[in-house]
């Protein structure tokens, strides 16, 4: 093995370049940071802070832009993700009771079958089955 594949399977290359992120705080201290560099007369030390945060002036003039529309703020405020559904005793009680009406109409299904089951065997075996009552719904 020469050093040349050594050095190349040292290097790791992300698949997909991942977008740098900055939370709210970290641009508020970036923009003081940029103001007192700028007032206090030295050239460069805008340009050294930016150098030294990996920034462009693009950052700094877009964030100035949401920092003056109130967006910053908001933005250290508000919670990441979907808002937290708040859950009924109603609806925690109707998705119960249809649970239980699900469980009940698959025991009548299967209730039925086996009555359908029934009939057919007594059939074959040429044994009669006592009548059976009329239901409720026979009757309407």
């Known amino acids: 093995?020469?050093?040349s594949t050594a050095a190349v399977?040292?290097?790791?290359?992300?698949?997909?370049?991942?977008?740098?992120g900055f939370s709210a705080q970290y641009k508020l201290r970036i923009l003081a940071e940029a103001e007192r560099a700028a007032a206090s007369g030295r050239s460069g030390e805008v340009?050294?802070?930016?150098?030294?945060?990996?920034?462009?002036?693009?950052?700094?003039?877009a964030w100035r832009k949401q920092r003056e529309a109130g967006a910053l703020e908001v933005m250290g405020q508000k919670k990441r993700g979907p808002a937290?559904?708040?859950?009924?005793?109603?609806?925690?009680?109707?998705?119960?009771l249809e649970k239980g009406l699900a469980r009940s109409e698959a025991r009548l299904k299967k209730a039925e079958l086996l009555l359908?089951?029934?009939?057919?065997?007594?059939?074959?075996?040429?044994?009669?089955l006592p009548p059976r009552p009329p239901d409720d719904e026979e009757q309407s």
Do not use: C, F, N
């Open 1 to 3: 093995m020469s050093s």
């Open 84 to 96: 937290p559904k708040v859950v009924d005793a109603r609806d925690r009680r109707i998705a119960e």
């Open 47 to 61: 340009g050294a802070l930016l150098r030294r945060e990996g920034l462009y002036t693009s950052h700094l003039a």
């Open 9 to 20: 399977r040292e290097t790791e290359v992300v698949e997909k370049a991942k977008r740098r």
């Open 116 to 128: 359908d089951l029934q009939k057919k065997v007594s059939e074959l075996l040429g044994v009669e």
